[in-house]
DNA sequence: AGCGAAACTTGATGAAGGTCAAGGCCGAGC
DNA sequence: GCTCGGCCTTGACCTTCATCAAGTTTCGCT
C-alpha cells in the first residue's frame, strides 16, 4: 500500500503535441487494411483497458497516444511492463497471464485498435505484407521486453533512468537547435513501475540528473536534453538503444 | 569481474536422464517438417551458438538438453534471459542486440535446429499448421519474457529463487511416490545471471530453503520437491506459473 | 588414492535503494 | 485569488543484497 496517493498527472501541454508528434506512424499503409476488422477505442486520459487472463487472443494496435502495458504481481505490486507508441502492437497471448493485466491510455485523445487475433493472422485479407509487418512487430516487442528485463536486472538505479530517458528521446524526440525535445508521458509512480524503483528514489535520482544538467524540463510533461550524447554516455545499453530505434535524432542533429 | 572463477559443473549424472525425461517435445510432429530445411546442431556442455547482431533473422528450435540465451550489458555483467527447454524456439529478431548474444548449451548431447527465418515462415511448405505452431510459440517465449522481468522487477531475492524452483519443476519435473524431482540445469552463478542476483546470494538463498525443507538434493544436479505446494506458496506468481505450463505435475499427484 | 580445479558455502561488512515522514509546487475549479 | 488534491521533492533511517574473504565439497584425471 503506498502510503501517498499518487495517481494524477496533467495533461494539458501533451494534448497538442502528441497529435502532431505522434502522428506518423510506421507502416501506417500496411496496417490500415486492418481498420475495417477493427474496433477502434477512443480512449481518455488514464483509461484503462483490462485484459482478463482468458479472454480470447487478441490483438490491439496503437494508433494514437502513449499506452501503458501494465500487470500486478500479489500484494499490490503494480508493474509496467511495456511502454507503448503508436504503431506499437500488443498481442494478449504474448503477455503472461498475470492479475490485474491491462493496457492503460496515458493521454486523452488516444485510439488503440482491437482485433481479434485469428482474424488479424489469417482473415479474409491473407495478405503477405501485413501477416510479415505483424510478425516483425511482435518480435520487436519481445526484443524490447528482453532489453527491459536486461536493464531492470543489470543496472543501476541511474542507469536504468537514463536508459528510459535515452530511449523515449530516440523514440519520440524531436531535434532542434537547443537540443532533443521529448514527452514524458508518465509520472514519477510509473517510472518508478517500469524501472522497478520506488517512486522517491526515481525523483532523487532525476534531481540528480537535471543538477547536472544531462536534462531540463521543457514544460509540463515535456524534456528538454540539450546533450544527448551525453545522456546516452550514463546510459550501458546506448548503442543498443540505437539501434533498435531508427537514428532519425542523430542524423538530423549531424545534418 | 567476478571474484572467483566458477565456470564449470558436471553432467554425468544429468546425461541419462535428461534423454529420457526430456525426449517428448510438444507439437513434434508438426516441428518436424523443418528438419529438412534446418541445420542441425550437435552441441557439447557449454557450448556457445554465438548470435551476431547483424546476422539475418534466424530461428532456433531446442531439440535436446537445456539452452540458455544470454547476452551481456557493458562492464562483463552477462544475464540469461531465458531458459530454453526442447520445443521451445528463439528468433533472433525477437532479442535485442545486446552485445555477447549467444545460446549456451547446459549438456552434452544437446540438440538444436537453426533455420532461416524466412525459410520457417514462408518456405515452401506453407503450412499453416507450423505458422500457427510457431506464431504461437514465440508469443509463449515473449510471455516467458515479460514473466521474468516481472519476477526480476517485483520480487525479492527468495521469491525469485522459488519462482524459478517452482518452474523448472512444472515444466520439467516429474511426479513420483516422494514428491517431485527435477533436474536443475544451471550452476549457481548462472541462476544468479538469471535472476539478477549474486552467486553468493543464491547460495544462501538455497541453502535456507534446503534447511526449511522446501527442496533437497536427490543427486548431482537434480532437485527433489517433496511438498510442491509449500513451494509453490514461497512464490507470489505460483498461479500464473501454473497457467502458462501444463500442470500435469499438480494433477498427476492428485490424481 | 590423491591432486587440482571448479563449484559451493558461509561469515563480516558496506552501499544502494526502500520506507517513512514532512513539506512544496502547480493546475483545476470555485 | 484561494483552496484542494495530485504530484513531486528531500531528509532520516533501515533492509536487502553485493562484495570480499576464507573456507569445504565434488569431480575429473592421473
Not at 106 to 112: H, I, L, M, R, S
Not at 221 to 241: K, N, Q, S
Request: glycine share 6%; hydrophobic share 45%; proline share 4%.
Amino acid at each position: 500500500m503506498g502510503p501517498h496517493a499518487r495517481t494524477r498527472r496533467t495533461a494539458a501541454a501533451a494534448k497538442e503535441h502528441s497529435g502532431s508528434q505522434l502522428g506518423l506512424i510506421r507502416n501506417q499503409s500496411i496496417f490500415e487494411k486492418l481498420e475495417p476488422l477493427a474496433v477502434v477505442i477512443r480512449t481518455r486520459r488514464r483509461q484503462k483497458l483490462a485484459i482478463a487472463s482468458d479472454q480470447e487472443d487478441t490483438l490491439y494496435l496503437v494508433r494514437r497516444g502513449f499506452m501503458l502495458a501494465q500487470a500486478s504481481l500479489a500484494g499490490n505490486r503494480t508493474q509496467i511492463l511495456s511502454i507503448l507508441t503508436p504503431g506499437d502492437v500488443y498481442r494478449t497471448a504474448a503477455m503472461p497471464p498475470l492479475a490485474g493485466t491491462a493496457l492503460t491510455s496515458t493521454n486523452d485523445q488516444g485510439e488503440v485498435w482491437r482485433v481479434r487475433w485469428p482474424v488479424a493472422s489469417e482473415g479474409p485479407s491473407r495478405d503477405s505484407a501485413l501477416e510479415n509487418l505483424l510478425s516483425r512487430q511482435l518480435a520487436e516487442q519481445a526484443a524490447r521486453l528482453a532489453l527491459h528485463a536486461a536493464i531492470v536486472g543489470g543496472l543501476t538505479g541511474e542507469e536504468r533512468v537514463a536508459s528510459l530517458y535515452a530511449e523515449l528521446a530516440l523514440r519520440t524526440g524531436k531535434a532542434s537547435h537547443a537540443g532533443v525535445t521529448f514527452e514524458m508521458p508518465i509520472s514519477r509512480v510509473d517510472i518508478a513501475e517500469y524501472l522497478s524503483l520506488n517512486a522517491d528514489t526515481v525523483s532523487r535520482i532525476v534531481s540528480r540528473m537535471r543538477a547536472r544538467g544531462l536534462i531540463a524540463e521543457a514544460g509540463r510533461g515535456f524534456i528538454l536534453c540539450r546533450d544527448i550524447e551525453a545522456l546516452m554516455r550514463e546510459c550501458p545499453v546506448a548503442r543498443t538503444l540505437e539501434a533498435m530505434h531508427p537514428a532519425k535524432l542523430i542524423t538530423a542533429q549531424v545534418a
